[in-house]
């Protein structure tokens, strides 16, 4: 496919729904000191001649998510085709973006049991169901997203990468957070030289304690043994985005953590199996399955409910009385750290810690940037650089009008950005066109596998590339 000449740049920014206000300085950038505004990065708008094709596999949370980018941009991606075992999912899924009935699939194996059908797989499926139907989507010709983590083992993820090389597909991994502006910004002045040569970096990831206990103590995620170790589940986009801004590769590695609180021994007495099974200590624990997804309606999105708004609060009832989310947290059978503590050396003698936390009040990463000139602090929502040559301060804040589009996207409005330039190097057949490829992002769950490596057998570890 070739890009549509025919489509005016102000013509293919009302597509993208970004508006010509994008590209003009906000208002609401501010300094400290100076006036630097920031302007969030990204390609040009492209708008393919006729929509990528694409089959999702796997209609659950980043599914849709992906799916929603087909629904809000038609002229960009058409989802022509689905696998979901789950029939609600399957059929909303199906309707929501007018897929034929010989389209619709139950299990993912199915879809290769045809002749290819699309121009590319996107792979939403549980962790442990991305190696076989990613290699199969390579060798039939697909192009490919795929949903982080690569595969739950570094063999598997070396394989991926290994075809892929070979066919010459387009793979985009889901590492989203390289196309927030928040951290594209960032990205940018380190490679400018703002603060001069890097020295040092932390990097802090406070999971949230009720986000702990729903993904990595009662979810998917919650046995490193059925899915994969929290390091690459939930940090894989945090080692990613450290090897990113160093501009280096991370070559050793020492890591600490366990599991200390989510355990039957610090049960409260007298805690029963399951939160709806009259717990004495319901009321006042923080972990209440009842008071997180019933009484706060939080975290609701793993439900599947039916379509009258009225019989919601019993289907979530009858959730928490049949499935993991309304087991104790204490009584589960996870195994994943809830707190872990990385030391890392990266080329040019640049050292780094990353720290990922469940007991926390609040979520969002922070990132700390030192360099022999200036540093950069930030939080997510913006970040201070400070010059030590000119005494200046400048706050960067991304929350102006040209994000707020994307910004539903979730990750910082990285998720629909992402979609926006995967679905560009599928038209082109360009993979050079992505930030996210293969082979860049398959450096973070390297240095993933060596934590873990690291922490379970009490030494440092070199990251083999």
Known sequence: MTENTNWTRRKALKAMGLGIAGFMVPANFRTVKGSVPFIPLRQEPFVPDKPVTAITLGAGARGNVYGNFAEAFPEMLNITGVAEPVDIRRKRYKDQHGIPEENVFTTWEHVFSRPRFADAIIITTPDHLHYEPCMQALEMGYDILLEKPIAPTEAECRDILEKVNKTGQVVAVCHVLRYAPYFQKMEALLREDAIGEIVSMHHFEPIQHVHMAHSYVRGNWHNSDTSTPIILAKSCHDTDMMRWLAGTPCRKISAFGNLTWFRSENAPAGAPARCTDNCPVEQTCPYSALRIYYRNRDWIYVFDFPDDPEKHGEAILEYLRTTDYGRC??????????????????????????????????????????????????????????????????????????????????????????????????????????TSTIEASIESHLIGFAAEKSRLNGRTVEVKL
């Open 329 to 434: 947290v204490y009584r589960m059978d996870n195994n994943q750290p809830d707190h872990y503590v990385c030391a890392m050396e990266f080329d040019k003698g640049i050292t780094a810690t990353f720290n990922m936390e469940a007991f926390t009040s609040y979520h969002g990463r922070r990132t700390r940037m030192m360099g022999a000139m200036g540093d950069i602090r930030g939080d997510m929502n913006t970040f201070t650089l400070t010059d030590f040559r000119t005494g200046e301060s400048t706050e960067f804040d991304d929350s102006a009008e040209d994000v707020e589009h994307y910004q539903q996207s979730g990750h910082g409005g990285g998720d629909w950005r992402l979609m926006h330039d995967w679905v560009r190097a599928v038209a082109k057949h360009d993979a050079s066109l992505l």
